[in-house]
């Protein structure tokens, strides 16, 4: 009995010393030690859905962890980073990452050794306000948080760009519409941050520099009459130092979606891509062929054979050698889908004021698997993510290596990477365009072949307007003819497309063998990023060759020669006759066609569902008279008036050509240089041409006044 008492006295004593432990244990890694995370984004609670949102991933650790960040949009990730942070610190991690037209959740994940934490950021979908960056001189100024735009009846919401956001990985910048900044701010960039926001600006931003007119600005010497690529630079004249930002910022393209947007299969440069490559893909008649045989062969003709010699017994030995047989066939038939590290690309090189741009699409693959990419050293960056042969986007994350970046990928895949630079050009554009004369609506020039290399495919167009020259030889000039469509914005029917590459277009027609030098569908991928390249009031010229390699290489330095390259010039049209504004030269950007995600009255179901700006050429009196030309087709008018969108078609006059005209306030409706406007239509919107802003007649003023 007395055992027993000691027995069970023991083992509560027992009991009770493990609970001691247990307590002693969690006491010394307490719940604290999983890293605290906040999530917010470079603009705030708020992101633009289709356009890339840049996240800051703040983690707070009480011991040193690391492990990754990954996000996922609607369930698929999207991108993935490492990340390390020390015992006892805090540190915030920029990550970017694509996001989808129609919403769709965001979800970011942070694994480390302490366990995975998934987070859903709550974050307000914002289409409609512009978002302004402040480089660090400016944020000294008591500018306000909000301030209305320029024109367009927008709110205009003021951010700090940090130096986290500068030193950000690529496309960290791209939440912005515009960034503004002091004298000062440029001359105490680095290097790669400068490099940043030229790049961030010749693609289409909008940069704002604090000084007078014409002030040098750090990095932008090559900027001309306010444009850089297919951005803007302008001066505020002090006003923004002063904490003053009103009638400051402009408005910017709302939305990057158009129902009618010109469509082009986004397989298509995949396809060219896998055959200037060389990965073939078995016909279906050979593979059916093979799978007879060995139908044939296993069944009647197997049965036949060893009924034949009495050796039906066999049967169990020669059907799965027979087996073997074929499927080693098909493997080696298929073989040739499977080359060593196929390398092909489609670049399109973009020459325009001042600025190259250059974007290749190139094919990678490899036969056994494995990591496969391209060389970044030289100043690409990569863009758009990872996307199949097929244009699908694959879901994978981009892995970067040092100065690499690429995909492991599976024993006989293929997939496409986007790389993008962005430069200051050391020659001259390859095809120089000269605008002779503008007279009854048509615009008359000649283009030369200014490089070394027989250029094919060569085509001038301007708004909607297109002229085909064929092939060009070095030295070549030709003259061009280009419609009052000129001035037309391309909607569903883009002619720059028109007759390319001999109606390569349709997915299902046979080609022998593909000599042309031309990819639509990389241009296609161009002009969806730079939509500014489709701007009225600019000349267009483009030609086609296969003899340039990609301007980039693969990871391991090798030389991607196979594929085609399209050599771009664009050039506004500038005053032909003077000062005076004539028909279409004046540049018409579209800022909203027919987007039902929008809130407000100019929606796709408003009375007004496109918007435009206009921007008249640099060299323009904009103290002089103007009109605002259109056709019967336009239902309705509404002009910013510097406070309001005023209705301005009851003050059209009929100018007795089949179309009327409505005066412009010289101080109202033209602000800083440009016109905002929008329309109604009567009948297909995208038939119907668009209004154009020019100056006024004599004939004109005497009915005006």
Same mark, same amino acid.
């Given at each position: 009995?007395?055992?027993?008492?000691?027995?069970? $006295?023991?083992?509560?004593?027992?009991?009770?010393?493990?609970?001691? /432990?247990?307590?002693?244990?969690?006491?010394?890694?307490?719940?604290?030690?999983?890293?605290?995370?906040?999530?917010?984004?470079?603009?705030?609670?708020?992101?633009?859905?289709?356009?890339?949102?840049?996240?800051?991933?703040?983690?707070?650790?009480?011991?040193?962890?690391?492990?990754?960040?990954?996000?996922?949009?609607?369930?698929?990730?999207?991108?993935?980073?490492? +990340?390390?942070?020390?015992? @006892?610190?805090?540190?915030? +991690?920029?990550?970017?990452?694509?996001?989808?037209?129609?919403?769709?959740?965001?979800?970011?994940?942070?694994?480390?050794?302490?366990?995975?934490?998934?987070?859903?950021?709550?974050?307000?979908? #914002?289409?409609?306000?512009?978002?302004?960056?402040?480089?660090?001189?400016?944020?000294?100024?008591?500018?306000?948080?909000?301030?209305?735009?320029?024109?367009?009846?927008?709110?205009?919401?003021?951010?700090?760009?940090?130096?986290?956001?500068?030193?950000?990985?690529?496309?960290?910048?791209?939440?912005?519409?515009?960034?503004?900044?002091?004298?000062?701010?440029?001359?105490?960039?680095?290097?790669?941050?400068?490099?940043?926001?030229?790049?961030?600006?010749?693609? @289409?931003?909008?940069?704002?520099?604090?000084?007078?007119?014409?002030?040098?600005?750090?990095?932008?010497?090559?900027?001309?009459?306010?444009?850089?690529? +297919?951005?803007?630079?302008?001066?505020?004249?002090?006003?923004?130092?002063? @904490?003053?930002?009103?009638?400051?910022?402009?408005?910017?393209?709302?939305?990057?979606?158009?129902?009618?947007?010109?469509?082009?299969?986004?397989?298509?440069?995949?396809?060219?891509?896998?055959?200037?490559?060389?990965?073939?893909?078995?016909?279906?008649?050979?593979?059916?062929?093979?799978?007879?045989?060995?139908?044939?062969?296993?069944?009647?003709?197997?049965?036949?054979?060893?009924?034949?010699?009495?050796?039906?017994?066999?049967?169990?030995?020669?059907?799965?050698?027979?087996?073997?047989?074929?499927?080693?066939?098909?493997?080696?038939?298929?073989?040739?889908?499977?080359? #060593?590290?196929?390398?092909?690309?489609?670049?399109?090189?973009?020459?325009?004021?001042?600025?190259?741009?250059?974007?290749?699409?190139?094919?990678?693959?490899?036969?056994?698997?494995?990591?496969?990419?391209?060389?970044? %050293?030289?100043?690409?960056?990569?863009?758009?993510?990872?996307?199949?042969?097929?244009?699908?986007?694959?879901?994978?994350?981009?892995?970067? $290596?040092?100065? %690499?970046?690429?995909?492991?990928?599976?024993? @006989?895949?293929?997939?496409?990477?986007?790389?993008?630079?962005?430069?200051?050009?050391?020659?001259?554009?390859?095809?120089?365009?000269?605008?002779?004369?503008?007279?009854?609506?048509?615009?008359?020039?000649?283009?030369?072949?200014?490089?070394?290399?027989?250029? !094919?495919?060569?085509?001038?167009?301007?708004?909607?307007?297109? #002229?085909?020259?064929?092939?060009?030889?070095?030295?070549?000039?030709?003259?061009?003819?280009?419609?009052?469509?000129?001035?037309?914005?391309?909607?569903?029917?883009?002619?720059?497309?028109?007759?390319?590459?001999?109606?390569? &277009?349709?997915? +299902?027609?046979?080609?022998?063998?593909?000599?042309? /030098?031309?990819?639509?569908?990389?241009?296609?991928?161009?002009?969806?990023?730079?939509?500014?390249?489709?701007?009225?009031?600019?000349?267009?010229?483009?030609?086609?060759?296969?003899?340039?390699?990609?301007?980039?290489?693969?990871?391991?330095?090798?030389?991607?020669?196979?594929?085609?390259?399209?050599?771009?010039?664009?050039?506004?049209?500038?005053?032909?006759?003077?000062?005076?504004?004539?028909?279409?030269?004046?540049?018409?950007?579209?800022?909203?066609?027919?987007? &039902?995600?929008?809130?407000?009255?100019?929606?796709?179901?408003?009375?007004?569902?496109?918007?435009?700006?206009?921007?008249?050429?640099?060299?323009?009196?904009?103290?002089?008279?103007?009109?605002?030309?259109? !056709?019967?087709?336009?239902?309705?008018?509404?002009?910013?008036?510097?406070?309001?969108?005023?209705? !301005?078609?009851?003050?059209?006059?009929?100018?007795?050509?089949?179309? %009327?005209?409505?005066?412009?306030?010289?101080?109202?409706?033209?602000?800083?240089?440009?016109?905002?406007?929008?329309?109604? &239509?009567?009948?297909?919107?995208?038939?119907?041409?668009?209004?154009?802003?020019?100056?006024?007649?004599?004939?004109?003023?005497?009915?005006?006044?």
């Amino acid at each position: 009995m007395n055992r027993r008492r000691r027995t069970f $006295r023991a083992l509560k004593g027992l009991l009770a010393l493990m609970l001691v /432990a247990a307590t002693l244990t969690l006491s010394a890694t307490p719940a604290s030690a999983v890293p605290a995370v906040s999530i917010t984004t470079a603009i705030g609670d708020r992101y633009v859905p289709g356009e890339p949102v840049t996240l800051l991933v703040e983690i707070s650790a009480t011991k040193a962890t690391e492990g990754s960040i990954q996000v996922r949009i609607d369930g698929r990730e999207t991108t993935s980073q490492p +990340f390390d942070v020390a015992g @006892g610190a805090t540190k915030t +991690f920029v990550v970017v990452s694509e996001t989808l037209q129609w919403g769709g959740g965001v979800a970011v994940s942070v694994n480390s050794d302490d366990g995975d934490r998934t987070f859903r950021p709550r974050l307000a979908e #914002d289409r409609e306000s512009e978002q302004v960056g402040l480089l660090p001189w400016l944020q000294l100024a008591d500018l306000p948080n909000t301030t209305p735009t320029a024109t367009g009846n927008r709110t205009a919401r003021i951010h700090p760009l940090t130096e986290l956001l500068l030193a950000g990985p690529d496309g960290a910048l791209d939440m912005f519409d515009s960034i503004a900044g002091a004298p000062q701010d440029f001359e105490a960039l680095g290097p790669a941050a400068l490099s940043r926001i030229q790049s961030w600006t010749a693609r @289409g931003g909008v940069l704002i520099v604090d000084a007078p007119a014409g002030s040098p600005v750090n990095g932008f010497a090559e900027a001309a009459a306010g444009r850089y690529g +297919f951005g803007s630079l302008s001066f505020s004249d002090g006003t923004l130092g002063r @904490g003053n930002a009103s009638d400051i910022i402009p408005s910017t393209e709302l939305s990057r979606f158009d129902e009618f947007e010109n469509s082009v299969d986004p397989g298509q440069s995949g396809r060219l891509l896998v055959a200037d490559a060389g990965i073939a893909t078995p016909g279906i008649g050979l593979l059916l062929a093979l799978i007879g045989g060995y139908i044939l062969l296993v069944g009647p003709g197997l049965f036949l054979g060893l009924r034949r010699i009495q050796r039906q017994p066999l049967t169990w030995v020669a059907v799965p050698v027979m087996a073997f047989v074929t499927v080693s066939l098909v493997w080696g038939v298929g073989r040739a889908q499977r080359a #060593d590290e196929g390398l092909a690309h489609g670049t399109i090189v973009a020459y325009v004021d001042g600025v190259m741009i250059e974007r290749s699409e190139v094919l990678v693959a490899a036969s056994t698997g494995g990591f496969v990419g391209v060389d970044t %050293s030289a100043g690409f960056t990569s863009v758009g993510g990872i996307v199949d042969r097929w244009g699908n986007i694959t879901g994978r994350p981009l892995d970067r $290596r040092d100065d %690499s970046v690429g995909v492991n990928l599976n024993p @006989g895949e293929a997939t496409r990477l986007t790389l993008q630079r962005v430069s200051t050009p050391s020659t001259v554009p390859p095809l120089s365009i000269e605008v002779h004369e503008l007279t009854n609506k048509t615009l008359l020039g000649t283009v030369t072949n200014t490089g070394p290399l027989e250029l !094919s495919d060569v085509r001038v167009v301007a708004g909607n307007a297109l #002229d085909l020259i064929g092939t060009m030889t070095p030295g070549e000039s030709a003259g061009f003819e280009l419609d009052s469509s000129f001035a037309a914005i391309p909607l569903a029917e883009d002619n720059l497309f028109a007759r390319m590459e001999g109606g390569f &277009f349709d997915p +299902f027609q046979e080609r022998a063998a593909d000599e042309s /030098a031309v990819n639509a569908g990389a241009l296609a991928n161009f002009t969806r990023e730079f939509r500014r390249s489709r701007a009225t009031g600019h000349v267009l010229a483009l030609g086609w060759t296969r003899d340039l390699p990609a301007p980039v290489r693969n990871h391991e330095g090798r030389l991607i020669d196979r594929g085609r390259t399209g050599l771009l010039s664009v050039q506004p049209i500038g005053n032909v006759g003077g000062t005076e504004v004539a028909y279409g030269e004046a540049s018409a950007e579209l800022h909203r066609m027919w987007d &039902f995600e929008l809130n407000d009255v100019a929606n796709g179901f408003g009375e007004f569902p496109s918007e435009i700006l206009y921007t008249l050429p640099s060299g323009a009196d904009p103290n002089a008279p103007y009109v605002i030309e259109f !056709s019967d087709q336009i239902s309705g008018i509404d002009i910013w008036d510097g406070s309001s969108w005023s209705a !301005s078609s009851r003050d059209a006059i009929d100018s007795g050509v089949g179309s %009327s005209i409505i005066p412009l306030e010289r101080d109202s409706t033209i602000r800083n240089g440009r016109v905002h406007l929008r329309t109604g &239509f009567r009948g297909f919107v995208v038939t119907a041409p668009i209004p154009v802003v020019r100056s006024a007649t004599v004939e004109e003023l005497e009915v005006i006044r």
